[in-house]
């Protein structure tokens, strides 16, 4: 894969991936480690489990040929794969060009949204160089 935007809805279990164009799309799906983490009661902690560092690398790689990239998700996933990209991957974390929460849409839906987000995105940059 390698077009110019991409987008990634994650959350623990798993990452879609689109890397996309106008008229074309082309998906990807990473899946993480399923760990079960059982919490007694009155026990310090939460009950949860950091998503495993090797389920972040694998999105990172499948990024790789994207130059723009809107992370999308329902939870907390979206957010600790930012602070992965910051701490681990600044180069990737700089191609980051939103985070956006959204629940569990289809695939279709989440190709829809990226390409509307590029859009408006888009035509809110300024131009770099003016025409001839």
């Known amino acids: 894969m390698s077009h110019y935007h991409a987008v990634v809805w994650l959350d623990h279990a798993e ?5 996309f164009s106008r008229e074309e ?11 079960h983490l059982h919490h007694k009661a009155g026990k310090p902690g939460a009950g949860k489990q950091a998503i495993d560092p090797g ?38 974390e700089a191609r980051i060009a939103g985070v956006e929460t959204v629940d569990h849409p289809t695939d279709g839906q989440i190709v829809a949204y990226a ?18």
């Open 15 to 19: 990452a879609r991936i689109f890397q």
């Open 25 to 35: 799309a082309e998906k990807l799906t990473v899946h993480g480690h399923k760990h």
């Open 55 to 92: 389920f972040f690398d694998a999105i990172a790689a499948a990024l790789d040929g994207s130059s723009e990239i809107l992370v999308l998700g329902p939870g907390n996933a979206k957010l600790e794969f930012i602070r992965y990209a910051h701490r681990a991957k600044p180069q990737l």
């Open 115 to 132: 390409r509307k987000y590029f859009i408006a995105e888009d035509r809110m940059r300024p131009l770099l160089a003016h025409p001839a």
